[in-house]
């Protein structure tokens, strides 16, 4: 079965550092996301793309952080200079009709 | 503000009972919702979704409720088994958005020996 895969699992870096997270979604899904989950809280939206650019983005989704599809299967997410406030699980999602697909997550943590 | 929300933290039921995981909605427009199950250090995992079209969906052991005129949404699981531990996010739609979104706080379910 198809399936979202994120890399790396747990990625650490010191505060001020950039960081790119990747993902990969199922192949033939149009419709991309990104959501962060801060330990124990809600998971929070970030970003959508769609037919190469973003087609949403919350208030969290500032000047910081910027996506990409670097080619045909990669998205990424890229935050320049990580904050403290940062740390999060970041999770990669496909969509498929309504259906949202979720990838494992990318634990990031900001020293 | 428009809020998705959890009505209880925490949940503990006796394996083979059923469970009932409640969520309160404020978003009217909201046209679709979704249950997610997340298990400890993964991603959420869809169980089930219903259309605001609908009151009433069943999936293998989970039932989706829709009351759009109390913004209400539960998920019935019968036959609760150890493997159904985990944290239960409602999500939102909004009708207006492109596909965004918007998770409730989540509730744990601790299943009982």
């Known amino acids: 079965e198809p399936e979202v895969t994120q890399t790396p699992s747990h990625q650490v870096t010191q505060m001020g550092q950039e960081v790119i997270l990747r993902c990969v979604p199922i192949s033939n899904h149009l419709y991309f996301y990104w959501y962060r989950q801060i330990l124990g809280q809600k998971v929070e939206f970030l970003v959508s793309?769609?037919?190469?650019?973003?087609?949403?983005k919350s208030e969290i989704f500032d000047d910081q952080f910027s996506v990409e599809r670097p080619d045909g299967s990669n998205f990424t997410l890229k935050i320049r200079s990580t904050k403290l406030e940062d740390s999060a699980m970041y999770f990669c999602?496909?969509?498929?009709?309504?259906?949202?697909?979720f990838g494992p997550g990318t634990r990031l943590t900001v020293l | 503000g428009e809020s998705v929300g959890l009505h209880l933290p925490t949940l503990s039921v006796q394996e083979g009972d059923n469970s009932i995981i409640n969520c309160a909605y404020s978003n009217s427009a909201s046209d679709y919702f979704i249950w997610y199950k997340q298990e400890s250090g993964k991603g959420p995992q869809f169980i089930i979704d219903i259309r605001s079209n609908m009151d009433k969906r069943q999936g293998q052991r989970v039932t989706v409720l829709l009351n759009k005129t109390v913004k209400h949404l539960s998920l019935q699981i019968a036959a609760t088994q150890p493997g159904d531990s985990a944290v239960y996010f409602c999500?939102?739609?909004?009708?207006?958005?492109?596909?965004?979104?918007?998770f409730g706080s989540g509730t744990q379910l601790t299943v009982l020996p």
């Open positions: 999500a939102e739609r909004n009708s207006g958005s492109a596909r965004q979104l918007t």
């Open positions: 793309f769609y037919n190469n650019e973003i087609s949403e």
């Open positions: 999602a496909s969509v498929e009709g309504y259906e949202q697909f």
